[in-house]
């Protein structure tokens, strides 16, 4: 059993997604135990089922969601209810806002944390409190 990352970016169009992530880079210098794992709301189905099958086979995963759309989750959005839904070994970090996200979060608010920063700094000290718990 492993601990995971999950970065999901979530956008309007598959044009606005950065495919430079300075938290990856950062995360894995400093968190060597850690498996991690990106995509986005426009990612293949593939992509998505191995996200889920790493997930599956995690013994705790953080799941961190750089919301760039208000509105749209895409394909993410089965996948991420999947996860709220079994809730006990997972925790959401999510900068930014997203509508839908909310109200399915809202179920759940003790697993979520929201953070609208892009410090790298902040957010690697949040996951490392989540870890250490």
Not at 28 to 47: A, G, M, P
Not at 78 to 98: L, P, Q
Request: one cysteine or more; proline letters at 2%; glycine letters at 2%.
């Amino acid at each position: 059993m492993f601990s995971l990352l999950l970065y999901i970016q979530v956008t309007d169009t598959p044009e606005q997604v950065s495919f430079r992530n300075p938290l990856q880079a950062v995360l894995k210098d400093t968190l060597h135990d850690i498996k991690r794992y990106d995509f986005d709301n426009h990612s293949e189905q593939l992509v998505l089922s191995y996200a889920e099958k790493l997930w599956n086979e995690a013994s705790f995963s953080i799941i961190y969601i750089d919301a760039f759309s208000k509105e749209n989750l895409g394909k993410c959005r089965i996948f991420i209810n999947k996860i709220i839904e079994n809730h006990t070994k997972s925790y959401f970090i999510i900068n930014g806002e997203n509508l839908l996200l909310d109200r399915m979060m809202s179920v759940y608010p003790q697993n979520k944390i929201s953070k609208n920063t892009h410090k790298i700094d902040e957010i690697e000290g949040l996951i490392e409190q989540l870890l250490s718990d």
